[in-house]
């Protein structure tokens, strides 16, 4: 089975501040990965994700993430943070399940922007 | 329109309450899925639905019943709750269930079980 392990529960930084929030995933041979954010009592929201193809994805909100397959991780970075990007940031792959296709998280990245 | 829509937003019960969460889109995706959410934790899958038939369930208890209508709307009813079910409920939906191509979420119903 699939898996994504998230490095840090939680990253505190300041405004302005470049961030990365670190992802890597179990070895697989097709791999589909995302990156989601989770505003307080809200939904998700997608912010990228890699398919297949350029190995630096860039998303929405400034952030990017580069594929690495000899690492096998997924790592988030943004130059520079602001307030309202305080959240919860969910890395997941897609698995194959009985001709199925489903999302599976990891633990979640609380990120923490101060003043 | 690009949304999925939850209601209610928010739900108490009682652990003899029957209640039904409703979840609607009209973005023409024919897979639904209902995950489950609890505090400072990833949300887990409890159901798929693909064409408008249950495709996956991950082992949810009986208590928990999936129904799709049709292909815009997606239903959880909800019946002898635990407290321990009271949770962050969510819906996605996608273009189909065979795609690579990510989810798109609604905002959730917060339950609560007393």
């Known amino acids: 089975a699939q898996s994504v392990t998230q490095l840090d529960s939680q990253v505190p930084v300041f405004e302005e501040a470049p961030v990365e929030l670190r992802c890597n995933y179990s070895?697989?041979?097709?791999?589909?990965l995302f990156w989601y954010v989770q505003y307080p009592n809200q939904g998700l929201q997608l912010l990228l994700k890699?398919?297949?193809?350029?190995?630096l994805v860039k998303g929405i909100n400034g952030f990017e993430a580069e594929f690495n397959k000899s690492q096998t991780s997924f790592h988030l970075r943004k130059p520079s943070v602001h307030i309202s990007d305080t959240a919860e940031y969910f890395c997941a792959v897609s698995e194959a399940s009985g001709g199925y296709n489903k999302l599976i998280f990891g633990a979640g990245t609380r990120l923490a922007v101060h003043p | 329109d690009t949304e999925v829509t939850q209601t209610p937003k928010h739900l108490v019960m009682g652990m003899t309450n029957k209640k039904s969460l409703k979840c609607e889109q009209h973005m023409g995706h024919r897979a639904m899925y209902w995950y489950k959410q609890k505090a400072k934790k990833p949300p887990e899958l409890m159901f798929v639905y693909s064409y408008e038939k249950l495709s996956i369930n991950e082992s949810v208890p009986s208590r928990f019943s999936p129904e799709c209508p049709n292909s815009s709307l997606l239903n959880l009813h909800l019946h002898a709750l635990q407290p321990e079910d009271s949770a962050l409920y969510l819906c996605a939906s996608s273009l189909t269930a065979h795609e690579y191509g990510g989810y798109t979420f609604g905002s959730g119903t917060r339950l609560t079980v007393v």
């Open positions: 070895s697989s041979v097709s791999v589909y």
């Open positions: 890699y398919l297949s193809g350029s190995t």
